[in-house]
């Protein structure tokens, strides 16, 4: 996504706060994973955080939500992660003519997710070089990169995991 937007893209983000805190959930359908009652989604109080989009019902809800976000805004580049949105402004011409238009789509955006429901924290952008999801982006650069304390941390987590005799799920 980012290397089809081009050089000196501009990078856009926002984080839903405490998400799993803003979907309701009823003590007898804890059980469950995601349930629709009165036209509401409701999601567990545990969902399944830290999946990277994986398949789980969280993501599935995030997906959904994250569509009707872009098609009500606008914003066909707008992606979302568990819970952090993510989308690219293309360059155009000049940086200021890209710089208007990220604008342009944040200022979009911000009466939609208002409409949602979503209460959102950590907005960055439009920025070239931005870290999401653990990975630094740099789009005059055009590059992609793990910081190192992250890759540290990982090693150190891979060794303690494969140290376990035992793992209970």
Same mark, same amino acid.
Not at 2 to 14: E, S
Not at 38 to 45: A, K, L
Not at 117 to 143: E, S
């Given at each position: %996504?980012?290397?089809?937007?081009? /050089?000196?893209?501009?990078?856009?983000?926002? *984080?839903?706060?405490?998400?799993?805190?803003? +979907?309701?959930?009823?003590?007898?359908?804890?059980?469950?994973?995601?349930?629709?009652?009165?036209? %509401?989604?409701?999601?567990?109080?545990?969902?399944?955080?830290?999946? %990277?989009?994986?398949?789980?019902?969280?993501?599935?809800?995030?997906?959904?939500?994250?569509?009707?976000?872009?098609?009500?805004?606008?914003? #066909?580049?707008?992606?979302?992660?568990? *819970?952090?949105?993510?989308?690219?402004?293309?360059?155009?011409? *000049?940086?200021?003519?890209?710089?208007?238009?990220?604008?342009?789509?944040?200022?979009? +955006?911000?009466?939609?997710?208002?409409?949602?429901?979503?209460?959102?924290?950590?907005?960055?952008? #439009?920025?070239?070089? %931005?870290?999401? +999801?653990?990975?630094?982006?740099?789009?005059?650069?055009?590059?992609?990169?793990?910081?190192?304390?992250?890759?540290?941390?990982?090693?150190?987590?891979? +060794?303690?995991?494969?140290?376990?005799? /035992?793992?209970?799920?």
């Amino acid at each position: %996504m980012v290397a089809r937007a081009g /050089r000196g893209a501009l990078l856009n983000q926002f *984080d839903a706060a405490d998400t799993y805190k803003q +979907l309701q959930v009823q003590v007898e359908n804890l059980n469950e994973q995601v349930f629709v009652a009165d036209s %509401m989604f409701y999601v567990v109080y545990c969902a399944c955080f830290g999946s %990277m989009y994986g398949n789980d019902s969280y993501s599935a809800f995030g997906c959904a939500h994250c569509i009707c976000l872009a098609k009500a805004a606008n914003i #066909p580049s707008l992606k979302v992660f568990v *819970d952090n949105y993510f989308w690219v402004t293309a360059f155009l011409r *000049d940086s200021a003519t890209t710089l208007a238009i990220a604008v342009e789509e944040r200022k979009r +955006l911000e009466p939609e997710l208002k409409a949602s429901g979503l209460r959102c924290h950590q907005w960055q952008g #439009p920025v070239t070089q %931005m870290i999401y +999801l653990g990975c630094f982006f740099d789009t005059l650069k055009m590059t992609v990169a793990i910081p190192t304390e992250r890759l540290c941390y990982f090693i150190d987590y891979n +060794l303690i995991f494969h140290s376990w005799s /035992r793992i209970n799920i």
